[in-house]
T-cell receptor, first 114, second 117 residues
Framework: DQQVKQNSPSLSVQEGRISILNCDYT??????FLWYKKYPAEGPTFLIS?????DKNEDGRFTVFLNKSAKHLSLHIVPSQPGDSAVYFC?????????????FGKGTKLTVNP | EAGVVQSPRYKIIEKKQPVAFWCNPI?????LYWYLQNLGQGPELLIR????????DSQLPKDRFSAERLKGVDSTLKIQPAELGDSAVYLC???????????????FGPGTRLTVL
């Protein structure tokens, strides 16, 4: 049972426009959320995170929004650049008695066209 | 600061053969993770070490998979014998502490892509 869902396998946007990547989750015990970016033949790299007590976190061109009542978060990239083309994973942190477990979605492949 | 190092980067073997993957975490990172990533899926945790102790191996298929982290630094993940369904990317990650925070997360290596023929 997928606890973290990224329902769009791919997304294509024009350079300079906004990219919006979505993520839904089912477990209300998750206490914060992260986005990872992955280029081909590389490991995922941390991009941005948000605590479950906040509804927005911004870092440069990247903003993550959290809607706890809807169990939904989204990553906004503005403006999108060709170098942003990658697979983006949504991940959630599940507390487990003193240590935590990361639960990942399946990823969304973003293509930014010049 | 050097990142997480993994080797080999690619491995092709025939089914029923053994295979081993090696990981060197970021210096000073006490917690080490091995993940499995199937095609089109996100990483899934196989085992987590705190120093040399395996503290979460509930998702490790123990009939054919084994792992070790003898001196609390480098780690090896082994499959014996390999099956066709083991074809995947095996990712190693490390973090300073087991208790993750929004600013202290896991850092991943490039992974080993295993192909079982």
């Amino acid at each position: 049972d997928q606890q973290v869902k990224q329902n769009s396998p791919s997304l294509s946007v024009q350079e300079g426009r906004i990219s919006i990547l979505n993520c839904d989750y089912t477990n209300s015990m998750f206490d914060y959320f992260l986005w990872y970016k992955k280029y081909p033949a590389e490991g995922p790299t941390f991009l941005i995170s948000i605590s479950s007590i906040k509804d927005k976190n911004e870092d440069g061109r990247f903003t993550v929004f959290l809607n706890k009542s809807a169990k939904h978060l989204s990553l906004h990239i503005v403006p999108s650049q060709p170098g942003d083309s990658a697979v983006y994973f949504c991940a959630a942190v599940l507390p487990q008695g003193g240590s935590e477990k990361l639960v990942f979605g399946k990823g969304t492949k973003l293509t930014v066209n010049p | 600061e050097a990142g997480v190092v993994q080797s080999p980067r690619y491995k092709i073997i025939e089914k029923k053969q053994p295979v081993a993957f090696w990981c060197n975490p970021i210096s000073g990172h006490n917690t080490l993770y091995w993940y499995l990533q199937n095609l089109g899926q996100g990483p899934e945790l196989l085992i987590r070490y705190e120093n040399e102790e395996a503290v979460d191996d509930s998702q490790l298929p123990k009939d054919r998979f084994s792992a070790e982290r003898l001196k609390g630094v480098d780690s090896t993940l082994k499959i014996q014998p390999a099956e066709l369904g083991d074809s995947a990317v095996y990712l190693c990650a490390s973090s300073r502490f087991p208790l993750l925070t929004p600013t202290d997360t896991q850092y991943f290596g490039p992974g080993t892509r295993l192909t079982v023929l």
